[in-house]
């Protein structure tokens, strides 16, 4: 049984955000993130989540880190053995020889009054006096975060603190520190050295080397329970240096003060490593353990009791069981309910499968033995209470929050439940994101306004609604809904169970998505403010008026009055490293059915390793075996020894696409959603991968199986490949406004950027030839064309963003995705000696047009989803709609005329999908059998 490290507390901050954009660290949140995870994980370092605050975002500006040094000193005074971390992950700077830690709120005409001095922090450091304290500054970071190029316009000098600020060399402490008490500082890096991402730029590597040493890797006596900070600074003083000359070939060297040992948390929740007992991976957290249960029910209703468990249906129906993640499907069993009045029926059924839900009226759902986040849902019996068992309605009318009179009739948001007010939540609370129409007296969290919803109202009508939290938030069940209108009025309420993740606090927000007859109406952010460890729901809610014509509209307007036949829309996103999938079919523009809505049980690394398998698999090797891709354009596919090449090709392709189907449908979620795409959808239909971090060749699933040994007269069915059957899409989310990039993309003028490599050349200069007609052929139709043909102009286009064009085509050399085998980032070769990695874009200078970005070069289409990288966030970071790229290499001759037919084509085909365009080309070549498009995919949303 793990326990508690009682009397530790910890202040970590992370400066991600700066209102000096060129000073920004958006990699260090997700550091600070994990180990906050890390230490209130009762099975790793035990801390209690309430002892542990974060700071990232406006919440680490001077002011914050300032009072964030008081709460920790408040901890520390009121307990005469606590042990206390502090964590700062942001940028350093040197002036004259002082030193500064850069906040969120930095000045740079007044830096010295504006930025934390370093003695100023050392010194409320110095008087917080724990018998143990541990100090950790991660100030140098280098340009694999994102800052290396735009800091210096920032005029600063990035420095790493000095340990000897905090614990001076040489001086002794004032009292000689007895056993078990002590001081120690540690800095991420030495003078001159740099602070860098690793490989897969998932985190800091000195980050994720304190975290592994904090879950057991770092060494330590036999029967240890406890980590001691000795062993933690052994470890980060050999892993460091190793992680920066593997993965950069950099130097990196943790700087340590130490005085005195002592431990700084538990080992595995005090369980220590058993004899030949590996430690676990270090970002891999486990269920949080067992959690206590009591409840009593009193009239009608449901009551979920035990692990996971979830109560449906009228009555005193009981069913508990095994502890699931979110939406599982695993069977569970049914036991059962005692209530307090005899005339609630105890209904019994046969254990089944089912779709755990949070939609029925009358339920009530109960979280732990202490009463906490219990409540029933709004509608039979309007009441809710903090604890069933004590609850009466008239305590629980004193909490809800103040009515707003302005909302009545209008729809918007609320959070609902006692540990919600408007759309604020309590730390570690669960409530009910409510999707409603405002009756008088109810409280709104948010009122939503727009033209496109006002015909909702006019008649029988539905709006679907999608939501996907950000990372601090969770969904548990159901991501999406339908609402139904008739007669002016929302029929029913549509809720979600939202739940702060342990350790949240700040302002996090949940993307919401509107559609209608399958075509998209709105999209949004929508705040949510998840509340530090004991801090008070507010006493007054003012509603935030969302605007959805002024900030997101979308106009999509021949989309909605012709629908198409069937419209797909398949969100996959990872959610707490577990991939989520929901299938929304759409039949004539009218919502039909819903698949999945469930967690499968792929995570990000079995994820990626599909995807690097496909990566050898379809490699520049695979036209290695024959001279005639050398001068091959797509033109004339009849000559025998071409005919040869493309079959076998095209039999890799269905063996690749073959295997990953097969292991997608190994999960018992994307099996269901396979299956119901195989057997519903028809040629032609349109299939929208929502996604913030999945990249697949979706264009080359293959749903039989073609092994490699199959003799040469097995059949092979080309119309069988998705990107031959499905106009196929991925709409990204997450990065920029895609609505309002959209509107100022239908406002400006058509014109084409093309930027071509000079160096690339294959048979008779077939590449400058073709580009050359397709700029003739852009102004005879009437675009504007600019032409750029010299890396420094085509740098200029990729990361300073000086162009106007609406379609900006690049035709060059690209690298694929990092891996542990070749780490460096993704990189695009724009001349002879002038390249551009995806981490040196410079996100701040942006597109005023929203371009459709053609990146025709190998791979560029491809990244990780263990990567926070990759040419398609970088792109829509700079207000580019999207990208149309290839997953893998394709022969130079055939991509430069399939590029320019492809940008040719858009200029003159209005009123057509982008995914549609792109399924025709397939289908015209796939006839005559040329596999090779499948290799392109359409990564954004548009008719053009």
């Known amino acids: 049984m793990s326990r508690r490290f009682e009397n530790a507390y910890a202040l970590l901050i992370a400066v991600d955000q700066n209102r000096e954009a060129a000073a920004a660290l958006p990699a260090v949140a997700a550091d600070a993130r994990a180990l906050r995870d890390v230490l209130g994980h009762p099975r790793r370092c035990a801390y209690r989540p309430g002892k542990v605050r974060l700071l990232t975002g406006a919440e680490s500006s001077r002011q914050g880190i300032l009072a964030g040094l008081d709460w920790l000193a408040e901890r520390v005074a009121a307990d005469d053995d606590a042990t206390a971390i502090v964590y700062f992950s942001g940028h350093g700077h040197?002036?004259?020889?002082?030193?500064?830690?850069?906040?969120?709120?930095?000045?740079?005409?007044?830096?010295?009054?504006?930025?934390?001095?370093a003695t100023t922090f050392a010194t409320r450091i110095a008087k917080l006096a724990p018998r143990r304290l541990l100090v950790l500054l991660d100030c140098c970071h280098a340009g694999g975060m994102g800052v290396k190029d735009t800091l210096a316009a920032t005029a600063l000098h990035s420095a790493a603190l000095p340990p000897t600020l905090f614990l001076p060399a040489g001086k002794s402490p004032?009292?000689?520190?007895?056993?078990?008490?002590?001081?120690?500082?540690l800095s991420s890096c030495r003078p001159g050295q740099l602070s860098y991402l690793r490989a897969d730029g998932r985190m800091s590597i000195f980050t994720y080397h304190l975290i592994e040493a904090l879950s057991g890797h770092a060494p330590a006596a036999g029967g240890a329970t406890e980590v001691l900070v000795s062993d933690l600074i052994s470890h980060l003083h050999h892993r460091v240096p190793e992680s920066a000359h593997a993965d950069h070939g950099a130097e990196q060297t943790p700087w340590p003060e130490l005085r005195g040992n002592f431990p700084v948390a538990l080992l595995l929740g005090g369980e220590g490593l058993a004899k030949g007992q590996r430690p676990p991976d270090p970002l891999a957290l486990p269920a949080s353990g067992a959690v206590s249960h009591r409840a009593r029910l009193r009239g009608g209703g449901a009551i979920a009791q035990g692990d996971g468990a979830t109560a449906l249906g009228k009555g005193a129906t009981l069913i508990g069981g095994k502890r699931r993640r979110h939406g599982d499907t695993e069977t569970m069993r049914e036991a059962p309910a005692t209530v307090d009045d005899a005339g609630a029926a105890r209904e019994r059924s046969s254990s089944k499968k089912f779709r755990a839900l949070f939609a029925e009226r009358g339920f009530a759902f109960l979280d732990d033995g202490a009463g906490r986040d219990v409540f029933r849902l709004p509608g039979l019996t309007g009441w809710a209470g903090k604890g069933l068992a004590d609850g009466s309605p008239d305590a629980a009318a004193q909490e809800s929050a103040p009515a707003s009179a302005a909302a009545a009739g209008k729809l918007?948001?609320?959070?609902?439940?006692?540990?919600?007010?408007?759309?604020?939540?309590?730390?570690?609370?669960?409530?009910?994101?409510?999707?409603?129409?405002?009756?008088?007296?109810?409280?709104?969290?948010?009122?939503?306004?727009?033209?496109?919803?006002?015909?909702?109202?006019?008649?029988?009508?539905?709006?679907?609604?999608?939501?996907?939290p950000e990372d601090g938030l969770a969904i548990d069940g159901p991501h999406s809904g339908q609402a139904q209108f008739k007669d002016g009025r929302l029929q029913q309420a549509q809720a979600f169970a939202l739940r702060a993740l342990a350790g949240s606090a700040g302002e996090y927000g949940v993307h919401v998505e509107f559609h209608h007859a399958g075509a998209r109406l709105y999209e949004f952010r929508l705040p949510i403010i998840v509340l530090p460890p004991g801090k008070d729901l507010p006493a007054v809610v003012s509603p935030t008026i969302i605007d959805l014509d002024g900030l997101r509209a979308v106009q999509d307007c021949a989309e909605v009055g012709k629908p198409p036949l069937r419209r797909l829309r398949l969100k996959a996103c990872f959610e707490n490293n577990l991939l989520y999938l929901d299938l929304e079919d759409y039949v004539d523009g009218e919502f039909s059915n819903s698949v999945g809505g469930f967690t499968s049980s792929i995570d990000r690394a079995r994820l990626d390793a599909l995807r690097a398998q496909l990566a050898t698999t379809l490699g520049a090797n695979l036209y290695e075996t024959s001279s005639v891709w050398y001068g091959f354009d797509g033109s004339d596919?009849?000559?025998?020894?071409?005919?040869?090449?493309?079959?076998?090709?095209?039999?890799?392709?269905?063996?690749?696409?073959?295997?990953?189907?097969?292991?997608?449908?190994?999960?018992?979620?994307?099996?269901?959603?396979?299956?119901?795409?195989?057997?519903?959808?028809?040629?032609?239909?349109?299939?929208?991968?929502?996604?913030?971090?999945?990249?697949?060749?979706?264009?080359?699933?293959?749903?039989?199986?073609?092994?490699?040994?199959?003799?040469?007269?097995?059949?092979?069915?080309?119309?069988?490949f998705w990107g031959t059957r499905f106009a196929l899409e991925t709409q990204f989310l997450g990065e920029g406004d895609y609505a309002s990039l959209l509107k100022a993309r239908r406002q400006a003028k058509a014109t084409a950027s093309l930027n071509l490599n000079p160096t690339i050349t294959v048979d008779a200069d077939q590449p400058r030839k073709v580009h050359d007609a397709l700029a003739a052929a852009l102004r005879a139709q009437?675009?504007?064309?600019?032409?750029?043909?010299?890396?420094?102009?085509?740098?200029?286009?990729?990361?300073?963003?000086?162009?106007?064009?609406?379609?900006?085509?690049?035709?060059?050399?690209?690298?694929?995705?990092?891996?542990?085998?070749?780490?460096?980032?993704?990189?695009?070769?724009?001349?002879?000696?002038?390249?551009?990695?995806?981490?040196?874009?410079?996100?701040?200078?942006?597109?005023?047009?929203?371009?459709?970005?053609?990146?025709?070069?190998?791979?560029?289409?491809?990244?990780?989803?263990?990567?926070?990288?990759?040419?398609?966030?970088?792109?829509?970071?700079k207000k580019a709609l999207g990208l149309i790229a290839p997953s893998f290499p394709v022969p130079t001759g055939f991509a430069a005329r399939f590029g320019a037919d492809v940008v040719d084509a858009c200029f003159h085909s209005p009123g057509r999908s982008l995914a549609g365009l792109l399924l025709g080309f397939r289908q015209q070549h796939v006839r005559r059998g040329n596999p090779l498009p499948l290799l392109y995919a359409v990564q954004c949303q548009l008719d053009l």
């Open 412 to 468: 918007g948001f609320v959070l609902e439940g006692p540990a919600a007010r408007g759309l604020t939540l309590l730390a570690e609370g669960i409530a009910l994101l409510v999707f409603k129409q405002f009756a008088a007296g109810d409280a709104a969290g948010a009122i939503v306004e727009g033209e496109k919803l006002e015909p909702l109202l006019a008649g029988e009508q539905t709006l679907a609604i999608s939501v996907t």
């Open 94 to 117: 040197e002036q004259d020889g002082e030193y500064f830690l850069i906040p969120y709120d930095l000045d740079l005409k007044q830096v010295g009054q504006s930025a934390v001095a």
């Open 637 to 720: 596919t009849t000559a025998p020894a071409c005919r040869r090449a493309l079959t076998g090709v095209a039999r890799q392709f269905a063996q690749a696409g073959g295997v990953l189907y097969r292991a997608l449908r190994e999960d018992a979620t994307f099996c269901s959603v396979l299956d119901y795409i195989e057997g519903r959808a028809e040629p032609g239909t349109r299939l929208t991968i929502v996604t913030r971090d999945v990249s697949l060749p979706w264009e080359l699933l293959y749903p039989q199986r073609f092994d490699a040994d199959a003799p040469d007269d097995w059949p092979l069915q080309p119309e069988l």
């Open 174 to 185: 004032a009292t000689p520190l007895a056993q078990g008490e002590g001081r120690a500082v």
């Open 782 to 877: 009437g675009p504007t064309v600019e032409v750029n043909a010299d890396g420094r102009n085509i740098r200029d286009v990729v990361v300073r963003a000086k162009t106007d064009a609406t379609l900006i085509y690049l035709f060059c050399h690209g690298s694929p995705p990092p891996s542990p085998a070749a780490p460096r980032p993704e990189s695009l070769e724009l001349d002879n000696g002038c390249s551009v990695s995806v981490d040196q874009i410079d996100e701040q200078r942006v597109y005023r047009n929203a371009p459709v970005i053609f990146l025709n070069a190998c791979s560029a289409g491809a990244f990780s989803p263990l990567s926070f990288t990759g040419f398609l966030r970088a792109f829509r970071r």
